[in-house]
């Protein structure tokens, strides 16, 4: 396997829309209340990108160095429990990538004010945290918390507020929606590895729950999040157009389904995979609704 492909994977590329999915939903309501900037716009992408990469990195290295990541985990290889990647060389890719957010963060500082310093700072702290550091938090059953607070309510809030230094609350609605599918892929990922995580001593979230309610949390997520997309639209706290969205619900279907009947990691993978995708396909029609209803 060639190096590029080996660092690609590492990035763990399912992941990513979780990070974009937020920052679409922050630009499309920017661009109703009158108040998109196209820099701002590509500026919020590039950092939480970068974020969610470092993230990933991260969690390849610590979860290594903490023996979670064995011979008998399911799913995609990691890179330096495989050797493949030495950890040296995936914390000094850590570093770079944060330099890449810092620099996207300074922008957004520069445009924006000091307010996006306190959120870059948190984001990268609970990035650090969630498996580093002395108390990681994602190995005592806080990673969906976490996800769903910083990839739903501070990378929404925080992509709107870039724009034009407000906070309206359909930001703040909408955030939660992103949040719960954010915290969604988690939960699927985390029921995928619920054994090996147990076994190593991963206290994640699925683990303390266990695969029956792990999995009626997965669908509640899903469920959730429509619901409050739909109250939303109908409540006209956001505009009334995100309510298209819900015509995706549809794809909750297969997704809960496989949860339900699937323990080998193929099907969980897929679940994933499909999870990330639904967030990224509601994140497009909500933002392009947005966008074309303009006050």
């Known amino acids: 396997m060639s190096r590029t492909r080996l660092w690609w994977l590492a990035a763990r590329p399912r992941t990513l829309p979780a990070a974009i999915a937020p920052v679409l939903v922050g630009s499309g309501l920017a661009s109703h209340d009158g108040v998109f900037r196209t820099d701002a716009a590509l500026a919020a992408m590039i950092g939480a990108v970068a974020i969610q990469v470092a993230a990933n990195f991260a969690n390849d290295a610590s979860d290594a160095a903490r023996g979670a990541d064995t011979s008998a985990r399911i799913g995609p290889r990691r890179m330096v429990a495989s050797g493949d990647v030495g950890a040296r060389a995936m914390w000094t890719a850590v570093v770079i990538t944060l330099a890449v957010a810092l620099a996207a963060g300074v922008y957004l500082i520069v445009i924006a004010g000091w307010v996006v310093a306190a959120i870059g700072a948190a984001s990268v702290l609970a990035m650090l ?23 739903g309510l501070v990378a929404t809030v925080g992509t709107r507020y870039v724009h034009g230094q407000s ?28 054994e090996t995580d147990a076994a190593a001593g991963k206290r994640t ?3 303390m729950l266990g695969r029956e309610r792990t999995r009626a949390l997965y669908a509640s997520l899903l469920i959730g999040s429509f619901a409050v997309l739909l109250v939303g639209a109908v409540t006209s706290v956001t505009p009334p157009l995100t309510g298209l969205a819900i015509t995706l619900f549809f794809l909750t279907g297969p997704l809960i389904g496989a949860v339900r009947t699937r323990t080998d990691g193929p099907g969980l993978i897929g679940v994933l995979a499909g999870t990330a995708r639904l967030q990224f396909l509601v994140a497009v029609v909500v933002a392009v609704s947005a966008a074309v209803s303009a006050q």
Not at 140 to 149: D, N, S
Not at 168 to 185: D, E, N, Q, R, V
């Open 129 to 151: 945290t969630y498996v580093g550091g002395p108390v990681p938090y994602g190995y005592r059953g806080l990673g969906e918390a976490f996800v769903f607070v910083f990839f």
């Open 167 to 194: 906070a309206p609350a359909a930001a703040w609605w909408l955030g939660t929606t992103m949040g719960a599918l954010a915290a969604a892929i988690l939960v699927a990922n985390n029921l995928r590895d619920i």
């Open 205 to 207: 979230l699925a683990v």
